[in-house]
Protein backbone atom coordinates (compact mmCIF):
# COMPACT_ATOMS: atom_id res chain seq x y z
CA UNK A 1 0.00 0.00 0.00
CA UNK A 2 1.14 3.55 -0.88
CA UNK A 3 0.54 6.45 1.93
CA UNK A 4 -1.14 8.87 -0.31
CA UNK A 5 -2.45 11.98 1.60
CA UNK A 6 -5.90 13.20 1.27
CA UNK A 7 -9.55 11.51 1.80
CA UNK A 8 -10.08 7.84 0.19
CA UNK A 9 -12.60 7.15 -1.50
CA UNK A 10 -15.65 5.59 0.53
CA UNK A 11 -16.79 2.89 0.97
CA UNK A 12 -13.24 0.91 0.82
CA UNK A 13 -12.26 -2.40 2.15
CA UNK A 14 -9.05 -3.68 2.94
CA UNK A 15 -7.21 -6.73 3.93
CA UNK A 16 -4.14 -7.15 6.04
CA UNK A 17 -1.97 -10.14 7.01
CA UNK A 18 -1.04 -9.87 10.22
CA UNK A 19 -0.44 -11.97 13.71
CA UNK A 20 -0.97 -15.44 11.61
CA UNK A 21 -4.35 -14.29 10.63
CA UNK A 22 -6.38 -12.02 8.35
CA UNK A 23 -7.42 -8.72 9.53
CA UNK A 24 -10.34 -6.85 7.57
CA UNK A 25 -11.13 -3.60 6.97
CA UNK A 26 -14.46 -1.85 5.21
CA UNK A 27 -14.94 1.88 6.07
CA UNK A 28 -18.15 3.36 5.21
CA UNK A 29 -18.61 7.84 4.42
CA UNK A 30 -17.81 9.61 5.80
CA UNK A 31 -13.99 7.97 5.90
CA UNK A 32 -10.61 9.56 6.25
CA UNK A 33 -7.52 9.75 4.83
CA UNK A 34 -5.74 6.76 3.19
CA UNK A 35 -2.59 8.06 5.60
CA UNK A 36 -4.72 7.00 8.45
CA UNK A 37 -5.39 3.43 7.26
CA UNK A 38 -1.59 2.60 6.41
CA UNK A 39 -0.50 3.89 10.20
CA UNK A 40 -3.46 1.53 11.12
CA UNK A 41 -1.85 -1.24 9.52
CA UNK A 42 1.82 -0.22 10.03
CA UNK A 43 0.83 0.11 13.73
CA UNK A 44 -0.43 -3.39 13.45
CA UNK A 45 3.03 -4.81 12.06
CA UNK A 46 4.65 -2.98 15.05
CA UNK A 47 2.64 -4.76 17.91
CA UNK A 48 3.22 -8.04 15.94
CA UNK A 49 7.04 -7.65 16.13
CA UNK A 50 6.27 -6.12 19.89
CA UNK A 51 4.42 -9.85 20.88
CA UNK A 52 4.76 -12.54 18.84
CA UNK A 53 5.76 -15.64 20.44
CA UNK A 54 6.42 -17.01 16.76
CA UNK A 55 9.22 -14.77 16.68
CA UNK A 56 12.73 -14.88 18.42
CA UNK A 57 13.36 -11.70 17.84
CA UNK A 58 9.89 -10.48 19.58
CA UNK A 59 10.48 -9.03 22.84
CA UNK A 60 8.46 -11.32 24.48
CA UNK A 61 10.23 -13.76 23.63
CA UNK A 62 13.55 -12.32 24.91
CA UNK A 63 11.50 -11.54 28.33
CA UNK A 64 10.90 -15.48 28.22
CA UNK A 65 14.46 -16.61 27.39
CA UNK A 66 15.73 -13.74 30.21
CA UNK A 67 17.46 -11.54 27.47
CA UNK A 68 15.13 -8.51 28.57
CA UNK A 69 14.17 -7.80 31.81
CA UNK A 70 10.09 -6.89 32.11
CA UNK A 71 11.01 -3.70 33.65
CA UNK A 72 13.01 -2.60 30.68
CA UNK A 73 10.66 -4.05 28.36
CA UNK A 74 8.98 -1.48 25.88
CA UNK A 75 5.37 0.64 27.71
CA UNK A 76 3.04 -1.23 25.16
CA UNK A 77 4.63 -4.95 26.78
CA UNK A 78 3.96 -3.46 30.35
CA UNK A 79 0.67 -2.16 29.75
CA UNK A 80 -0.42 -5.36 28.13
CA UNK A 81 0.93 -7.59 30.63
CA UNK A 82 -0.27 -5.56 33.38
CA UNK A 83 -4.02 -5.49 31.76
CA UNK A 84 -3.70 -9.23 31.62
CA UNK A 85 -2.63 -9.68 35.24
CA UNK A 86 -6.18 -7.78 36.19
CA UNK A 87 -8.04 -10.04 33.45
CA UNK A 88 -6.63 -12.95 34.86
CA UNK A 89 -7.91 -11.53 38.36
CA UNK A 90 -11.56 -10.87 36.96
CA UNK A 91 -11.78 -13.99 34.83
CA UNK A 92 -11.12 -16.22 38.33
CA UNK A 93 -7.85 -17.40 36.74
CA UNK A 94 -9.60 -18.87 33.44
CA UNK A 95 -7.70 -16.39 31.18
CA UNK A 96 -4.00 -16.26 31.80
CA UNK A 97 -1.34 -14.44 29.87
CA UNK A 98 1.43 -16.71 32.43
CA UNK A 99 1.50 -20.17 31.81
CA UNK A 100 4.52 -22.61 33.48
CA UNK A 101 6.09 -19.64 33.82
CA UNK A 102 6.31 -17.87 30.46
CA UNK A 103 4.62 -15.35 29.18
CA UNK A 104 2.12 -15.69 26.35
CA UNK A 105 -0.50 -12.82 26.03
CA UNK A 106 -2.01 -13.86 21.97
CA UNK A 107 -4.88 -14.12 23.93
CA UNK A 108 -5.37 -10.03 24.39
CA UNK A 109 -3.12 -8.62 21.91
CA UNK A 110 -5.64 -10.06 19.10
CA UNK A 111 -8.76 -7.91 20.12
CA UNK A 112 -6.82 -5.32 21.73
CA UNK A 113 -4.73 -4.92 17.86
CA UNK A 114 -8.29 -4.56 16.47
CA UNK A 115 -9.81 -2.20 19.14
CA UNK A 116 -6.64 0.43 18.77
CA UNK A 117 -6.97 -0.25 15.07
CA UNK A 118 -10.31 0.99 14.89
CA UNK A 119 -9.99 3.98 17.26
CA UNK A 120 -6.77 5.05 15.23
CA UNK A 121 -9.14 5.39 12.05
CA UNK A 122 -11.95 7.13 14.46
CA UNK A 123 -9.42 9.58 15.74
CA UNK A 124 -8.31 10.44 12.26
CA UNK A 125 -12.38 11.24 11.55
CA UNK A 126 -13.67 8.17 10.53
CA UNK A 127 -17.12 7.56 12.50
CA UNK A 128 -18.94 4.18 10.52
CA UNK A 129 -16.14 1.34 9.57
CA UNK A 130 -15.78 -1.95 11.21
CA UNK A 131 -12.62 -4.22 11.74
CA UNK A 132 -12.31 -7.82 12.05
CA UNK A 133 -9.23 -9.80 13.17
CA UNK A 134 -9.70 -13.34 12.30
CA UNK A 135 -13.07 -13.45 13.23
CA UNK A 136 -13.28 -10.67 16.49
CA UNK A 137 -14.92 -7.92 15.30
CA UNK A 138 -15.17 -3.88 16.20
CA UNK A 139 -17.75 -1.87 14.42
CA UNK A 140 -18.26 1.80 14.69
CA UNK A 141 -21.73 3.46 13.45
CA UNK A 142 -23.28 2.09 10.61
CA UNK A 143 -22.29 0.25 7.14
CA UNK A 144 -24.90 2.80 5.69
CA UNK A 145 -27.71 4.93 6.59
CA UNK A 146 -30.91 2.91 7.94
CA UNK A 147 -29.34 -0.26 8.92
CA UNK A 148 -26.60 -1.23 11.80
CA UNK A 149 -23.89 -3.60 10.87
CA UNK A 150 -24.88 -7.26 9.94
CA UNK A 151 -22.74 -9.58 12.26
CA UNK A 152 -22.55 -13.25 11.34
CA UNK A 153 -21.81 -15.56 13.76
CA UNK A 154 -20.75 -19.07 12.21
CA UNK A 155 -22.02 -22.61 14.11
CA UNK A 156 -18.85 -24.22 15.33
CA UNK A 157 -20.02 -27.48 13.88
CA UNK A 158 -20.46 -26.22 10.04
CA UNK A 159 -17.44 -23.72 10.22
CA UNK A 160 -18.99 -22.59 6.33
CA UNK A 161 -22.44 -21.76 7.55
CA UNK A 162 -23.93 -19.35 10.06
CA UNK A 163 -25.51 -20.17 13.21
CA UNK A 164 -27.34 -16.83 14.20
CA UNK A 165 -27.15 -12.94 12.67
CA UNK A 166 -26.57 -9.84 14.69
CA UNK A 167 -27.65 -6.41 13.52
CA UNK A 168 -26.48 -3.93 15.46
CA UNK A 169 -25.33 0.04 15.44
CA UNK A 170 -21.84 0.94 16.44
CA UNK A 171 -20.08 0.98 19.23
CA UNK A 172 -20.12 -2.96 19.18
CA UNK A 173 -17.95 -5.56 19.48
CA UNK A 174 -18.53 -9.43 18.53
CA UNK A 175 -15.77 -12.29 19.90
CA UNK A 176 -15.95 -16.08 19.43
CA UNK A 177 -13.24 -18.35 20.64
CA UNK A 178 -13.55 -22.01 20.34
CA UNK A 179 -12.29 -25.07 18.63
CA UNK A 180 -13.56 -24.95 15.13
CA UNK A 181 -10.64 -23.40 13.48
CA UNK A 182 -7.51 -24.54 15.25
CA UNK A 183 -8.60 -27.43 17.61
CA UNK A 184 -8.71 -27.73 21.33
CA UNK A 185 -5.95 -24.64 22.10
CA UNK A 186 -7.29 -22.83 24.99
CA UNK A 187 -6.46 -24.59 28.34
CA UNK A 188 -8.21 -24.64 31.14
CA UNK A 189 -5.05 -22.94 33.70
CA UNK A 190 -6.29 -24.15 36.59
CA UNK A 191 -6.09 -27.73 35.41
CA UNK A 192 -3.12 -27.37 32.12
CA UNK A 193 -5.56 -28.93 29.95
CA UNK A 194 -7.04 -27.97 26.54
CA UNK A 195 -11.14 -27.14 27.42
CA UNK A 196 -13.26 -29.03 25.47
CA UNK A 197 -16.94 -29.06 26.51
CA UNK A 198 -17.41 -25.61 24.63
CA UNK A 199 -17.44 -25.88 21.03
CA UNK A 200 -17.45 -22.09 21.08
CA UNK A 201 -18.45 -18.75 22.94
CA UNK A 202 -19.23 -15.83 21.52
CA UNK A 203 -19.55 -12.50 23.51
CA UNK A 204 -21.00 -9.05 22.70
CA UNK A 205 -20.50 -6.57 24.40
CA UNK A 206 -19.32 -2.34 23.60
CA UNK A 207 -15.50 -3.20 23.38
CA UNK A 208 -13.32 -5.89 21.97
CA UNK A 209 -11.13 -5.87 24.88
CA UNK A 210 -13.89 -7.28 26.69
CA UNK A 211 -15.42 -9.62 24.23
CA UNK A 212 -12.30 -11.20 23.58
CA UNK A 213 -11.13 -12.20 26.52
CA UNK A 214 -14.39 -12.98 28.42
CA UNK A 215 -15.14 -15.52 25.18
CA UNK A 216 -11.64 -16.96 25.47
CA UNK A 217 -11.97 -17.10 29.45
CA UNK A 218 -15.52 -18.73 28.66
CA UNK A 219 -14.30 -21.62 26.97
CA UNK A 220 -11.61 -22.51 29.36
CA UNK A 221 -14.12 -22.23 32.00
CA UNK A 222 -16.51 -24.74 30.80
CA UNK A 223 -20.45 -24.68 30.24
CA UNK A 224 -21.83 -24.11 34.10
CA UNK A 225 -19.31 -21.73 35.14
CA UNK A 226 -19.13 -19.73 32.31
CA UNK A 227 -22.78 -19.34 32.15
CA UNK A 228 -22.76 -18.04 35.65
CA UNK A 229 -20.03 -16.05 35.17
CA UNK A 230 -20.89 -14.27 32.17
CA UNK A 231 -24.42 -13.65 33.62
CA UNK A 232 -22.88 -11.74 36.24
CA UNK A 233 -20.71 -9.32 34.09
CA UNK A 234 -22.82 -5.79 32.86
CA UNK A 235 -23.62 -5.18 29.21
CA UNK A 236 -22.75 -8.42 28.16
CA UNK A 237 -24.55 -11.21 25.86
CA UNK A 238 -22.88 -13.97 25.13
CA UNK A 239 -23.77 -17.50 22.97
CA UNK A 240 -22.58 -20.92 24.57
CA UNK A 241 -22.47 -23.71 21.87
CA UNK A 242 -21.64 -27.19 23.48
CA UNK A 243 -20.10 -30.10 21.85
CA UNK A 244 -23.35 -31.35 21.23
CA UNK A 245 -24.76 -28.56 19.30
CA UNK A 246 -26.84 -27.37 22.31
CA UNK A 247 -26.76 -23.58 23.08
CA UNK A 248 -27.33 -21.32 25.80
CA UNK A 249 -28.21 -18.00 25.31
CA UNK A 250 -26.71 -14.80 28.30
CA UNK A 251 -28.42 -11.95 28.90
CA UNK A 252 -30.64 -9.75 26.90
CA UNK A 253 -31.32 -11.60 23.68
CA UNK A 254 -35.52 -12.39 23.80
CA UNK A 255 -36.26 -15.91 22.93
CA UNK B 1 -46.29 -14.12 -9.15
CA UNK B 2 -49.26 -15.12 -6.89
CA UNK B 3 -47.86 -18.53 -5.96
CA UNK B 4 -44.60 -17.04 -5.00
CA UNK B 5 -46.22 -14.03 -3.04
CA UNK B 6 -47.88 -16.65 -1.00
CA UNK B 7 -45.31 -19.22 -0.92
CA UNK B 8 -43.28 -16.25 0.91
CA UNK B 9 -45.82 -15.43 3.11
CA UNK B 10 -45.95 -19.36 4.33
CA UNK B 11 -42.16 -18.67 4.59
CA UNK B 12 -42.95 -15.56 6.96
CA UNK B 13 -45.12 -17.15 9.27
CA UNK B 14 -42.46 -20.11 9.69
CA UNK B 15 -39.98 -17.84 10.09
CA UNK B 16 -42.24 -15.89 12.75
CA UNK B 17 -42.28 -19.21 14.81
CA UNK B 18 -39.12 -19.77 14.69
CA UNK B 19 -37.75 -16.09 15.67
CA UNK B 20 -39.96 -15.89 18.24
CA UNK B 21 -37.54 -18.16 20.04
CA UNK B 22 -34.65 -15.90 19.96
CA UNK B 23 -35.05 -12.50 18.87
CA UNK B 24 -33.99 -9.19 19.66
CA UNK B 25 -35.30 -6.09 18.07
CA UNK B 26 -35.23 -2.55 18.64
CA UNK B 27 -36.36 0.40 16.96
CA UNK B 28 -33.49 1.66 14.29
CA UNK B 29 -34.20 5.52 16.32
CA UNK B 30 -34.91 6.78 19.65
CA UNK B 31 -38.01 7.68 18.43
CA UNK B 32 -40.34 5.28 21.04
CA UNK B 33 -41.64 1.99 20.29
CA UNK B 34 -41.83 -0.26 17.52
CA UNK B 35 -44.30 0.71 14.97
CA UNK B 36 -47.33 -0.93 16.67
CA UNK B 37 -49.70 -3.62 15.17
CA UNK B 38 -50.99 -0.97 12.83
CA UNK B 39 -51.04 -2.75 9.71
CA UNK B 40 -53.40 -5.57 9.77
CA UNK B 41 -52.12 -9.12 10.17
CA UNK B 42 -53.26 -10.78 7.39
CA UNK B 43 -50.62 -13.29 5.93
CA UNK B 44 -49.27 -12.29 2.38
CA UNK B 45 -50.03 -8.27 2.26
CA UNK B 46 -47.77 -6.39 0.44
CA UNK B 47 -46.57 -3.58 1.86
CA UNK B 48 -45.80 -0.12 0.32
CA UNK B 49 -42.21 -0.10 -1.99
CA UNK B 50 -39.77 -2.29 -0.02
CA UNK B 51 -38.73 0.77 1.58
CA UNK B 52 -38.14 -0.77 5.03
CA UNK B 53 -35.68 0.18 7.40
CA UNK B 54 -33.17 -2.53 6.25
CA UNK B 55 -33.55 -1.19 2.66
CA UNK B 56 -33.44 -1.30 -0.98
CA UNK B 57 -30.02 0.96 -1.41
CA UNK B 58 -32.69 4.13 -1.94
CA UNK B 59 -30.99 6.10 0.38
CA UNK B 60 -30.77 9.59 -1.45
CA UNK B 61 -27.38 10.60 0.63
CA UNK B 62 -23.97 9.80 -0.30
CA UNK B 63 -25.09 6.62 -1.44
CA UNK B 64 -22.40 4.06 -1.74
CA UNK B 65 -20.85 3.23 -5.01
CA UNK B 66 -21.21 -0.07 -4.31
CA UNK B 67 -24.31 -0.73 -4.02
CA UNK B 68 -25.32 -0.13 -8.08
CA UNK B 69 -25.02 -3.61 -8.62
CA UNK B 70 -28.00 -4.38 -6.81
CA UNK B 71 -30.14 -2.23 -8.90
CA UNK B 72 -29.04 -2.46 -12.04
CA UNK B 73 -29.56 -5.55 -13.44
CA UNK B 74 -32.71 -5.39 -16.03
CA UNK B 75 -34.17 -9.31 -14.92
CA UNK B 76 -34.04 -8.72 -11.38
CA UNK B 77 -37.07 -7.58 -9.75
CA UNK B 78 -37.47 -4.58 -7.22
CA UNK B 79 -37.65 -5.92 -3.98
CA UNK B 80 -40.73 -5.79 -2.12
CA UNK B 81 -41.92 -6.16 1.43
CA UNK B 82 -44.18 -8.80 2.71
CA UNK B 83 -45.61 -8.59 6.52
CA UNK B 84 -46.17 -12.07 8.02
CA UNK B 85 -49.32 -13.12 10.33
CA UNK B 86 -49.12 -12.20 13.56
CA UNK B 87 -48.16 -15.38 15.91
CA UNK B 88 -48.71 -15.32 19.45
CA UNK B 89 -45.90 -17.33 21.40
CA UNK B 90 -45.16 -18.41 24.81
CA UNK B 91 -43.22 -15.26 25.18
CA UNK B 92 -45.41 -12.77 23.26
CA UNK B 93 -46.97 -11.20 19.97
CA UNK B 94 -44.35 -11.73 17.19
CA UNK B 95 -45.21 -10.44 13.94
CA UNK B 96 -42.37 -10.18 11.18
CA UNK B 97 -41.44 -8.50 7.52
CA UNK B 98 -39.53 -9.94 4.96
CA UNK B 99 -38.10 -8.62 1.96
CA UNK B 100 -37.79 -10.61 -1.27
CA UNK B 101 -35.97 -9.55 -4.16
CA UNK B 102 -35.47 -12.54 -7.20
CA UNK B 103 -37.08 -14.96 -5.15
CA UNK B 104 -35.11 -14.64 -1.89
CA UNK B 105 -35.71 -13.19 1.22
CA UNK B 106 -32.97 -10.35 1.76
CA UNK B 107 -34.14 -9.03 4.99
CA UNK B 108 -36.15 -9.92 8.20
CA UNK B 109 -37.43 -7.35 10.16
CA UNK B 110 -39.82 -7.05 13.17
CA UNK B 111 -43.39 -5.23 13.08
CA UNK B 112 -44.62 -6.41 16.21
CA UNK B 113 -42.59 -7.81 19.31
CA UNK B 114 -44.86 -8.01 22.50
CA UNK B 115 -43.45 -9.44 25.01
CA UNK B 116 -46.17 -10.38 27.78
CA UNK B 117 -43.63 -10.66 30.68
CA UNK B 118 -42.37 -7.36 30.82
CA UNK B 119 -38.75 -7.91 29.49
CA UNK B 120 -39.46 -5.27 26.79
CA UNK B 121 -39.07 -2.54 29.38
CA UNK B 122 -35.59 -4.40 30.85
CA UNK B 123 -34.47 -4.64 26.64
CA UNK B 124 -34.90 -0.70 26.64
CA UNK B 125 -33.19 0.19 29.42
CA UNK B 126 -30.27 -1.74 28.10
CA UNK B 127 -26.98 0.20 28.30
CA UNK B 128 -24.88 -2.18 26.20
CA UNK B 129 -24.57 -2.00 22.45
CA UNK B 130 -27.86 -1.75 20.67
CA UNK B 131 -29.20 -4.77 18.92
CA UNK B 132 -31.19 -4.07 16.13
CA UNK B 133 -32.02 -8.01 15.50
CA UNK B 134 -31.11 -10.80 15.66
CA UNK B 135 -32.52 -13.48 13.50
CA UNK B 136 -31.45 -17.25 12.19
CA UNK B 137 -29.93 -17.07 8.77
CA UNK B 138 -28.86 -19.11 6.29
CA UNK B 139 -28.26 -16.79 4.17
CA UNK B 140 -25.18 -15.13 4.27
CA UNK B 141 -25.24 -13.23 1.80
CA UNK B 142 -26.43 -9.95 3.90
CA UNK B 143 -23.61 -9.89 6.38
CA UNK B 144 -21.05 -7.56 6.50
CA UNK B 145 -18.98 -9.48 8.23
CA UNK B 146 -18.68 -12.59 10.31
CA UNK B 147 -17.28 -13.67 13.86
CA UNK B 148 -16.18 -17.06 14.24
CA UNK B 149 -13.37 -18.73 15.99
CA UNK B 150 -9.84 -17.41 15.01
CA UNK B 151 -8.81 -18.67 11.83
CA UNK B 152 -5.35 -19.05 10.51
CA UNK B 153 -4.43 -17.20 7.63
CA UNK B 154 -5.03 -20.54 5.16
CA UNK B 155 -7.85 -21.23 6.75
CA UNK B 156 -9.51 -17.59 6.30
CA UNK B 157 -8.65 -18.48 2.29
CA UNK B 158 -11.89 -21.12 2.99
CA UNK B 159 -13.94 -18.04 5.43
CA UNK B 160 -17.19 -16.97 4.68
CA UNK B 161 -15.45 -13.21 5.70
CA UNK B 162 -12.65 -14.27 2.86
CA UNK B 163 -15.83 -14.19 0.37
CA UNK B 164 -17.22 -11.39 1.90
CA UNK B 165 -13.66 -9.26 1.75
CA UNK B 166 -13.81 -10.47 -1.87
CA UNK B 167 -17.05 -9.08 -2.66
CA UNK B 168 -16.27 -5.90 -0.93
CA UNK B 169 -12.60 -5.35 -2.91
CA UNK B 170 -14.28 -5.90 -6.63
Known amino acids: MTAVAGPAAVPFSHVEECMGTVFSFRVAAPGMTRTALTDAIAWLHAIDALFSTYRSDSEISHVNTGILRLADASPEVRYVL ?21 LDPSGYVKGWAVQHAANLLAAAGSVNHCVNGGGDVFCAGRPEPGRG ?26 AT ?70 EQFIGDWIR | ?20 FKTQTHPLTNAGALPSASAEASSGSTAGSGASAAGSGSDSGSAPSSSTSRNSSKTSSAPKTYIGQAVTTRYGIVQVKATVANSKITDVAFVQLTAF ?29 ISGATYTSDGYRQSLQSALDQAGLK
Open chain 2, 117 to 145: DGRSQQINSYAGPLLLQETISQQSARVDT
Open chain 1, 149 to 174: WRIGITDPHQPRHLRTTVEAAGPVAV
Open chain 2, 1 to 20: MKRLILATAGTVAGLAALLS
Open chain 1, 82 to 102: AECDRLRDETDGYFSARLDGR
Open chain 1, 177 to 246: SGLAERGAHILDPHIGQPATDLASVTVIAPDLLTADVYATAAVAMGPQRAAAWLSSRPNVRALLIDSSAG
